[in-house]
């Protein structure tokens, strides 16, 4: 039986009680969607008038989302509406960039992500992230699997583990008379399977995917979206995708992010959530007209 790491630790400083800064003139602020408590009636991640800044500049504003368990929920939207930026959130690696802040809530079942007292570290070990560009350690293939775990003080069989890490990846059959070979002589889409297996093996509960298949080949993208859909049985899954034709084919839920309109008038790039629905409504009868311009190819 898996036991989950704790989140929460003891601040070792009390934390600041002062309200963070706001930019000194805000921008004006459309009435944010609300996502329908019946379509997600179990949220594993849930946020509520999140805005993010990166120093005085706003990324995104009033953002509302439910992330439904075992399900795949695609966000897409233009370039530079906040994709990303919200992605991060869900694990905190918003935390890493200088100047970023955060303002609203997001609760990983039921917990405030923003308490001082949630470890970060361990919150990343239960919402696992993979990059755009595949990222393996210039190590052996073994190696890249067993490292995240070895660290976390895994204490099990590490052979089984990394073999049933890449069995979960589906990269198992191709590389396991090679385990000790580097994982960087690997082709692109296994290099990026491999990743998944690196994030597989220290049993996360969500997978967070950012374009995960866009440097990949068609056929290595079939690869890894097949894969998807076998693993959101056991995990819940978030991916960024500029390819709309993969939201439609692979997510359960999906989220259109667009830039606030006043922000841009005012010179500003603020994503909003123009809609959040389940996948086929959202491509076959949009409810927000922006959305409809944005799949139709008219915006973006």
């Known amino acids: 039986m898996t036991t989950r790491s704790p989140l929460r630790i003891e601040p070792t400083t009390p934390p600041d009680e002062s309200p963070p800064m706001r930019p000194s003139d805000p921008l004006p602020a459309l009435p944010p969607p609300k996502p329908d408590p019946a379509t997600v009636p179990d949220p594993v991640i849930s946020a509520r008038s999140l805005c993010v800044w990166y120093g005085s500049s706003m990324a995104l504003k009033n953002v509302d989302i439910d992330i439904p368990r075992h399900k795949i929920t695609a966000l ?92 979960r990846a589906a990269l198992w059959e191709e590389v396991r ?43 290595a993208t079939a690869k890894v979206e097949d894969l998807m859909d076998e693993l959101k049985e056991d995990y819940t899954i978030v991916i960024v995708t500029h390819n709309m034709q993969q939201a439609r084919r692979t997510s359960d839920m999906t989220a259109c992010l667009m830039l606030d309109e006043a922000a841009v008038q005012g010179g500003h790039r603020t994503g909003v959530i123009a809609e959040f629905s389940p996948t086929e409504k959202l491509f076959t009868n949009p409810s927000d007209p922006r959305t409809e311009a944005y799949i139709t190819g008219r915006i973006g």
């Open 76 to 167: 897409i939207g233009p370039s530079g509406c906040g994709k990303s930026t919200l992605l991060r959130c869900f694990n905190r690696m918003n935390d890493l960039i200088p100047g970023a802040r955060m303002e609203g809530t997001i609760k990983f079942e039921g917990i405030e992500l923003a308490d001082p007292s949630i470890d970060a570290v361990a919150l990343r070990r239960r919402v696992g992230m993979v990059f755009q560009k595949p990222n393996p350690f210039p190590k052996s293939i073994y190696q890249n699997v067993a490292w995240g775990a070895r660290i976390n003080g895994y204490k099990g069989d590490m052979d089984e583990l990394v073999e049933k890490s890449l069995r």
């Open 177 to 219: 008379g090679k385990l000790h070979k580097s994982g960087l002589d690997l082709s692109g889409g296994q290099q990026q399977r491999l990743c998944i297996a690196r994030t597989l093996a220290v049993e996360p509960e969500i997978i967070l995917m950012d374009e995960p298949c866009s440097a990949l080949d068609p056929i």
